[in-house]
């Protein structure tokens, strides 16, 4: 009995995990800017590479 209550516990620590991964796929990264979290989407500051190439530019 107590040895299926441990295998319980780790199977619902295991779909508890699997869950929380998959909610925060597809959840944004307030940091990121999007889902992915790498910053590529949506995340673009044009006006500084505007800035910066008019810097290069002068």
Do not use: H, T
């Not at 009995?1 to 441990?6: E, H, K, P, R």
């Not at 990264?29 to 500084?48: L, Q, R």
Request: glycine share 8%; proline share 2%.
């Amino acid at each position: 009995m107590v040895q299926q209550i441990i295998i319980f516990l780790i199977f619902a620590v295991a779909v508890g995990y699997m869950g929380w991964v998959i909610y925060r796929s597809f959840m944004p990264n307030k940091n990121a800017g999007c889902a992915k979290g790498c910053g590529s989407c949506s995340a673009i500051d044009f006006s500084k590479i505007q800035k910066e190439l008019d810097k290069k530019v002068v």
